[in-house]
C-alpha cells in the first residue's frame, strides 16, 4: 500500500518460530521499496472473530484518505469470515496501530458458502454506480470461485448473486486479484478507473498445485461479470507471473509514481532444518511494474526502477564468438546476485529449428523433457549461474528454438538438476 508518501508492506508472520503457524500480520515500511524497516505486528488473533489466525487481505484507501485493511479472521468456530481493520492514528506517518471494530466480521460465510474455503478478500474498486465490490476466494466442490460483494459504506456487505467469474476443476482459488491493466509502458491505472471497455487482469493463485494463473478480459460494470478474451487460456494450462517459487501474489497502484506493482511470495525451498538455522523462513520477490504488452494478450513485468539503486560494480564482455557445446567464463563477478543482459547471435539459420509439436502445452513439462544436456537444432544456449569451476555443479538458463509453421517458438527454461 501506498499512502502519503510511504510505502507500506504487510505480510504473513509467525513470530514466535520460522516455521507456518500462529499467524499475525507483520508491518514494514519504505520510502522506496529498497530500503525497508520494521514496525510493531498490525493485526493478530484478538478477537471472536479472528482468534483462530488473521489470514491474508488487502488495503484499499477510502473516499477521504482513509486506508482500511481487509482481511480473513478465523473465528471462534473455524470459520473463515472477513473482517476489516482501520488505522487507530491517521496523524502517524507510520500507521503502526490498527483497531478492529466489534461489528466484525462484515461478511459471513452464508447462504452455502463453504465456510473452510472461503478467504483472501481483494481491495475494494467503486462502481459508477455507488457500490464499492470486493471478490473472496472460494469454491463449490472443485470449482473455483471468485464470490462477488457489494456494499455502500464498506460495512454492510451483500453477496451477488452470481460470482464475477469461476471455472471448473481448478479447486479453491486463494489470493485472487483483479484490476486496470494499462497499454502504456510502466504506467498504472486506479482500479476505479471506469473505463467502459479498459482491459482487467484477473489473477488466482490455485492451491491445488500452488501455481498462479492469470487471464487478460473485459469486466462488464452493469452485470458485474468478468470474461477473459478469446486467447487468454482460462484454466491451469494458461498464463502465469512466474514459473519459479511464486506464490500468494498481490499488486497495488503506487499512486505516487502512476504505476501497478506486483508482490510475490517465495516460500524457497530450505528444510525446515535450514529454516531453523536462519531464524527465518520464506521471502518477498523483487516488487516488479506490470502493464500490457502491445498484442493485449499478456503481461509485461520488470523490475522496479528502484533497483538501480542496488547495482555496483559493471562487468562487460563484447564479441565473443563460441562454437557449440563451448562456454566462456565471465570473470570477476563474486556475489550471489547479478543482473545480467546478453545478446546471443545465432549462425545457425532458424529455419533448420526443430519443429513443434502441438501437444506441448506446458512450458514447465516440456522444460523437463528438453533439459540443458540434449542439444537442439537450434540450441540449447544460454548460461550456467551458480556453476563451480569444473561445471560439475551448475544451473543452467538456457533457450530453445522451434518452428511452429509461419512462426517461430521460444522456450526459457531453468534446470537447477545439476
Not at 458458502?113 to 465490490?133: C, E, H, I, K, L
Not at 486467447?231 to 507471473?241: A, C, E, F, K, V
Not at 509461419?406 to 537447477?416: E, G, Q, R
Request: hydrophobic residues 35%; proline residues 6%.
Amino acid at each position: 500500500m501506498y499512502y502519503n508518501g510511504i510505502y507500506h508492506l504487510f505480510y504473513q508472520f509467525n513470530p514466535r518460530q520460522p516455521v507456518w503457524g500462529n499467524i499475525v500480520w507483520a508491518h514494514s515500511y519504505s520510502k522506496d521499496m529498497i530500503n525497508w524497516k520494521p514496525l510493531e505486528n498490525a493485526i493478530y488473533p484478538t478477537k471472536p472473530f479472528d482468534i483462530n489466525g488473521c489470514w491474508s487481505g488487502s488495503a484499499t484507501i477510502l473516499p477521504g484518505n482513509k486506508p482500511v485493511i481487509f482481511y480473513t479472521g478465523i473465528d471462534l468456530h473455524n470459520r473463515q469470515v472477513q473482517n476489516i481493520a482501520f488505522p487507530k492514528d491517521l496523524a502517524d506517518p507510520y500507521l503502526r496501530e490498527w483497531v478492529k471494530p466489534d461489528y466484525n466480521p462484515v461478511i459471513s460465510p452464508d447462504g452455502g458458502v463453504n465456510a473452510s474455503a472461503f478467504r483472501d478478500p481483494t481491495t475494494a474498486w467503486y462502481g459508477p454506480d455507488g457500490y464499492w465490490r470486493t471478490v473472496v476466494g472460494s469454491k463449490i466442490e472443485n470449482q473455483g470461485l471468485a464470490i462477488l460483494y457489494r456494499s455502500r459504506d464498506f460495512l454492510k456487505w451483500n453477496r451477488v448473486k452470481h460470482p464475477l467469474h469461476s471455472v471448473h476443476d481448478s479447486g479453491m482459488w486463494e489470493c485472487p486479484d483483479f484490476f486496470p491493466i494499462s497499454t502504456q509502458p510502466k504506467a498504472g491505472l486506479e482500479l476505479s478507473a471506469g473505463v467502459d471497455g479498459l482491459k482487467h487482469v484477473f489473477k488466482v493463485s490455485l492451491d491445488i498445485n500452488r501455481y498462479e494463473y492469470y487471464t487478460i478480459g473485459t469486466y462488464d460494470f452493469v452485470n458485474d461479470r468478468y470474461v477473459p478474451d478469446g486467447s487468454s487460456p482460462d484454466n491451469n494450462t494458461g498464463l502465469r507471473y512466474d514459473y519459479g517459487n511464486f506464490y500468494a501474489s498481490k499488486t497495488f497502484f503506487d499512486e505516487g509514481k502512476r504505476r501497478r506493482i506486483l508482490w510475490g511470495w517465495s516460500n524457497e525451498s530450505d528444510s525446515k532444518q535450514d529454516d531453523w538455522a536462519k531464524g527465518w523462513a520464506g521471502i518477498q520477490t523483487i516488487p516488479r511494474s506490470l502493464w500490457l504488452d502491445s498484442s493485449g494478450r499478456q503481461v509485461v513485468q520488470w523490475p522496479i526502477e528502484e533497483i538501480e539503486k542496488l547495482r555496483k560494480k559493471e562487468v562487460v564482455i563484447y564479441d565473443k564468438k563460441l562454437a557449440f557445446g563451448a562456454s566462456l567464463e565471465v570473470e570477476r563477478i563474486h556475489t550471489a546476485q547479478a543482473d545480467v543482459e546478453v545478446t546471443f547471435d545465432l549462425s545457425s539459420s532458424l529455419n533448420n529449428a526443430e519443429p513443434f509439436d502441438p501437444s506441448w502445452v506446458d512450458p514447465q513439462k516440456l522444460c523437463m523433457l528438453k533439459r540443458a544436456e540434449e542439444k537442439g537444432r537450434v540450441g540449447p544456449f544460454g548460461l550456467y549461474v551458480l556453476a563451480t569451476g569444473d561445471k560439475r555443479e551448475r544451473t543452467a538458463v538456457f533457450f530453445r528454438i522451434f518452428k511452429e509453421s509461419n512462426k517461430h517458438v521460444i522456450l526459457m527454461c531453468h534446470d537447477p538438476t545439476r
